[in-house]
């Protein structure tokens, strides 16, 4: 069965750029058919879409964050991967990747990682 | 941005009653909604899409309804496992958008 895992930094500085790395089990990015996402969650708070990438590398991004956002993928290493740029405090929040998957108008998300708190502090 | 709002914030049931919780968007957002539970420390999990279709290894006490902008999704005998904090999803247009969470409690 797919398993999603996120790595990367717990403590990132301010004005730094945040990396996670979301690394996929079970199951190949390449076969298509999934959209790979990051979606996050402030302390205590609910959802935040931030965006998704298609095996082919096409990407959409959440407006409010697309000028700071980059996400990738390197489907040799069956991984996708999300920067946040110039982060500060708002951006402390565990991050989740997730498979969507299509479903009518877009997607619905069937399988998370466990998530991953970031901390933004000097 | 289409907002999604949850109704109520909490709600408190008792073990073996129904549980109804409601979410609305702010414009249609027609089927294409989804509903998640999650409980403390954990991700997220997948329940129903489509609105009204349970996913895969959701048990049948869990039903969802609704079209447009109203929804509610209905837990028909509350077991011990599904006090959580259950969010809607919509995914009508290319940036989707959660509600803020209603926290089922046991009463």
């Known amino acids: 069965q797919v398993q999603l895992q996120e790595s990367g930094p717990g403590l990132v500085k301010p004005s730094q750029t945040l990396s996670l790395t979301c690394t996929v089990s079970g199951g190949s990015i390449s076969s298509g058919g999934y959209y790979w996402s990051w979606i996050r969650q402030h302390p205590g708070k609910g959802l935040e879409w931030i965006g998704y990438?298609?095996?082919?590398?096409?990407?959409y991004y959440n407006p409010s964050l697309k000028s700071r956002v980059t996400i990738s993928v390197d489907t040799s290493k069956n991984q996708f991967s999300l920067k946040l740029s110039s982060v500060t405090a708002a951006d402390t929040a565990v991050y989740y990747c997730a498979r969507g998957f299509r479903s009518g108008g877009g997607n619905a998300f069937d399988i998370w990682g466990q998530g991953t708190m970031v901390t933004v502090s000097s | 941005e289409i907002v999604m709002t949850q109704s109520p914030a909490t709600l408190s049931v008792s073990p073996g009653e129904r549980a109804t919780l409601s979410c609305r968007a702010s414009?249609?957002?027609?089927?294409?909604l989804a509903w998640y539970q999650q409980k403390p420390g954990q991700a997220p999990r997948l329940l129903i899409y489509?609105?009204?279709t349970r996913a895969t290894g959701i048990p049948a006490r869990f039903s969802g309804s609704g079209s447009g902008t109203e929804f509610t999704l209905t837990i028909s005998s509350l077991q011990s496992e599904d006090f959580a904090v259950y969010y809607c999803q919509q995914y009508n247009n290319w940036v989707y958008t959660f509600g803020q969470g209603t926290k089922l409690e046991i009463k």
């Open positions: 489509g609105a009204s």
């Open positions: 414009q249609s957002v027609s089927s294409n």
């Open positions: 990438i298609y095996y082919s590398g096409s990407t």
